[in-house]
């Protein structure tokens, strides 16, 4: 099968990066050390062509025409072992790691579940990098500061265990077809393994309502007099909003809690 010859599905979320400058530029960015890269979705491979000239990929991809497209275009790079392709459905395959030694993931991910992907892949201990092209609006939340509009318990999970940050951004005429909405490319390099999902769960309860006021989030489920103890504790008023606390504080008031 030939690319000419691809209808691309909606439903696996395919949008083709055709833009060589933004290729080159997530080359550039990757991260300088020997592991392997994990590329979930290859597609037709313009991203993997590169990514095989530096290093050794385990790719996933879910849909069985693009499979035969890969086994094809990439016959010589699967005989060398330089790529490894495992067709289906990467989340069905992705148990605690995804790959049994340490990996980079770079790709760029289908929409519908890059938050689901990336929030595994912080979870995932062999998981030391990523660099993946995602909607805009997501690439800002996990990047968000302390302080801007965007910042929600996304960016605390990631910047916990990680540097986050926007390589560029990607106007929609750079894929085939062009998505409705803009993308960005973000770096997210991991110093520490994910906190625990009680810490999770804890966040989600602080932005249960981001326009509220933390201490109204918290006591739902925490003892209202404990709640205003801690964030006086802390020196917090208790008319701050949940997105003006930062990464430090809400470690300290979940250890508190
Ligand atoms: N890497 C290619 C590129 O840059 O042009 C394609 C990217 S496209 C945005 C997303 C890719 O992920 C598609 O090839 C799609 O079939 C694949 N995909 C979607 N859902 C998947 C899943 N659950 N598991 C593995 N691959 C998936």
């Known amino acids: 099968m030939s690319s000419q010859n691809v209808v691309a599905k909606k439903r696996f979320g395919q949008n083709f990066l055709k833009d060589e400058r933004i290729l080159r530029e ?26 095989v000239d530096v290093k050794s990929v385990v790719a996933f991809e879910v849909d069985t025409d693009l499979c035969k497209h890969i086994e094809t275009r990439f016959y010589d790079a699967i005989n060398t072992s330089h790529l490894t392709l495992h067709c289906g459905d990467v989340l069905e395959r992705w148990q605690s790691t995804l790959l049994d030694e340490p990996y980079d993931l770079v790709a760029n991910l289908p929409y ?8 595994r892949a912080l979870a995932d201990t ?72 009680a810490f999770e769960q804890f966040l989600r309860t602080a932005f249960t309502q981001p326009r509220k006021t933390l201490y109204k989030n918290l006591s739902v489920y925490y003892e209202k007099e404990k709640v205003k103890a801690a964030l006086e504790q802390l ?11 930062a990464t430090r504080d809400y470690h ?3 250890n508190i809690l």
């Open 252 to 254: 300290q008031l979940y």
């Open 26 to 51: 997530i080359i550039e960015a990757m991260p300088e050390n020997a592991n392997k890269i994990a590329e979930i979705g290859p597609g037709l491979g313009d991203l993997t062509n590169y990514l």
């Open 126 to 197: 062999q998981c030391e990098n990523m660099l993946v092209m995602v909607q805009r609006e997501v690439a800002l939340k996990f990047a968000a500061e302390p302080g801007e509009k965007n910042f929600g318990a996304l960016g605390v999970i990631a910047q916990s265990v990680a540097e986050v940050q926007v390589v560029v951004d990607v106007p929609p005429h750079s894929f085939e077809p062009p998505p409705k909405v803009d993308s960005a490319v973000l770096l997210i390099r991991k110093h520490a393994d994910r906190d625990d999902e």
């Open 235 to 245: 020196g917090l008023a208790s008319s701050i909003r949940p997105h003006q606390l």
């Open 112 to 119: 519908y579940i890059a938050t689901n992907i990336i929030l």
